[in-house]
């Protein structure tokens, strides 16, 4: 009897700068498979520091001059160099090749746009406090969603932290949000197929809410033969 093929996960990590990428590639990492990464930079951001008056205001509501646009690509160059530099390691400590872009745009439409081809999908959000508070898992009741339940419940399990499930009900995102923005969440669990009828506005405003990575789990979450 042959023997049976070795599986593994394809992961992409999808981040706008490294602070956001490391807390993801470590939720990556805890699930296991062939890490991915992107990186997308907002050049509106960008252009935007290089027009007249305009200016930063700090918590204590100070009025500071934006950083320049070049500064700006410096320091867009240098978290692209920290994230792939991770990622070789990553991709090193599991015998995998790394796989690493960059492109420029809106973070969460780039990574929704080539979702379904990942088996999961890790959009970045820096963390506070480590790895504390909960898994949250979303579902919809439409949908198939024991994939991204079982996925939310093996993170929790490698976190060693405890888990917890919503729905998008009757009451709508809105109860959504306000639930999320009151928790302590280690990472938003949910299916793609679900994350891509929300849309990518609806996603952005998740991950700010949550203050927490997004893990987006395919219909299957197939794990691939190695070499297939």
Do not use: Y
């Not at 993801?24 to 509106?44: F, K, Q």
């Not at 197929?193 to 949550?210: I, N, P, V």
């Amino acid at each position: 009897m042959a023997a049976e093929a070795k599986i593994r996960r394809r992961i992409l990590v999808g981040a706008g700068c490294f602070a956001d990428a490391r807390p993801a590639m470590g939720l990556a990492e805890r699930l296991g498979g062939e890490i991915c990464g992107l990186m997308v930079a907002d050049l509106a951001v960008i252009e935007a520091s290089g027009l007249p008056a305009q200016r930063l205001i700090t918590a204590k509501g100070d009025l500071l001059e934006p950083p320049s646009p070049e500064r700006q690509k410096r320091q867009i160059a240098a978290d692209a160099r920290a994230f792939r530099a991770e990622l070789v390691r990553l991709a090193e400590l599991s015998g995998q090749t790394a796989d690493f872009q960059q492109a420029t745009g809106d973070l969460v439409a780039s990574v929704i746009s080539d979702a379904r081809q990942w088996d999961v999908v890790v959009i970045g959000h820096r963390r506070l406090r480590g790895h504390s508070g909960r898994v949250v898992v979303l579902t919809s009741p439409s949908e198939t969603t024991s994939e991204a339940v079982g996925l939310a419940e093996e993170l929790a399990s490698a976190l060693g932290i405890s888990g917890m499930h919503l729905e998008v009900s009757a009451n709508g995102i809105e109860a959504v949000f306000r639930e999320v923005a009151r928790r302590d969440i280690a990472a938003l669990v949910l299916p793609i197929e679900l994350a891509t009828s929300l849309g990518s506005g609806t996603l952005m405003r998740l991950l700010e809410a949550s203050r927490a990575p997004l893990v987006l789990v395919g219909p299957e979450e197939i794990n691939r033969p190695e070499g297939g």
